[in-house]
Nanobody
Framework: QVQLVESGGATVQTGESLRLSCTASGRSFRDYGVGWFRQSPGREREFVAAIARDGSTNYGRFVQGRFAISRDNSKKTVFLQLNTLKSEDTAVYYC?????????????????WGQGTRVTVSS
């Protein structure tokens, strides 16, 4: 079992940056793959990025180099750096953990979810 808490969401202007954090409690965090998803009103949950237990990364097609995912196992934390933010990036961002350690794009591959952190980008 692992519990996840997201932080770092805020209201920013178009073009600015944010760094989101996903901090885990529980054992063996380094064995989990961790993904970030986002959801905005009226839209389905969307894959943003994921990092496998070996550090391999995977990104949603819309990211186009603007975001970066990383992990610090000593702090049991995964980071999502959001750069050059656009209004369409406005959403609640969720992190999720996969016991299999993968960097899957499908949300049903993840067993544990945080409560989300809100990002609002205003123009």
């Amino acid at each position: 079992q692992v519990q996840l808490v997201e932080s770092g969401g805020a209201t920013v202007q178009t073009g600015e940056s944010l760094r989101l954090s996903c901090t885990a409690s529980g054992r063996s965090f380094r064995d989990y793959g961790v993904g970030w998803f986002r959801q905005s009103p009226g839209r389905e949950r969307e894959f943003v990025a994921a990092i496998a237990r070996d550090g391999s990364t995977n990104y949603g097609r819309f990211v186009q180099g603007r975001f970066a995912i990383s992990r610090d196992n000593s702090k049991k934390t995964v980071f999502l750096q959001l750069n050059t933010l656009k209004s369409e990036d406005t959403a609640v961002y969720y992190c999720a953990a996969d016991e299999a350690g993968s960097y899957a794009r499908l949300s049903n591959r993840y067993q544990f979810w945080g409560q989300g952190t809100r990002v609002t980008v205003s123009s």
